[in-house]
């Protein structure tokens, strides 16, 4: 499976961006995906996750301003992120796990993409 993101970039604190995530490979194998993000001198962190079913969960940090969907017909995976903070500024990874393991824990994650660049200004 490989997972390609994009959609990051540069935007003002208060500003928007969506990622997306688009798999390929055996996709068959591809129960839940989510975002993770590392900001500089930090872990990666779980911002968002959902299941093939639709259910989600989000970091507290986000809730209510990012918002993660899939279109399980193009294999894709968005996280629109609203009223952006300088904190939320970090490199966001893709990710997605085969049925039956949880992306809820890094290390259970089987397939990462290549992160994308978000940079919220103050």
């Known amino acids: 499976v490989q997972l390609q993101a994009s959609g990051g970039g540069l935007v003002q604190a208060g500003g928007s961006l969506r990622l997306s995530c688009a798999a390929s490979?055996?996709?068959?194998?591809?129960?839940?995906m989510g975002w993770y993000r590392q900001a500089p001198g930090k872990q990666r962190e779980l911002v968002a996750s959902i299941t093939s079913g639709g259910s989600t969960n989000y970091a507290d940090s986000v809730k209510g301003r990012f918002t993660i969907s899939r279109d399980n017909d193009k294999d894709t995976v968005y996280l629109q992120m609203n009223t952006l903070k300088p904190e939320d500024t970090a490199v966001y990874y893709c990710?997605?796990?085969?049925?039956?393991?949880?992306?809820?824990?890094?290390?259970?994650?089987?397939?990462w993409g290549k992160g994308t660049q978000v940079t919220v200004s103050s």
């Open positions: 990710a997605a796990s085969p049925k039956g393991i949880s992306v809820l824990n890094e290390y259970d994650v089987n397939f």
């Open positions: 490979g055996s996709i068959f194998s591809i129960n839940d």
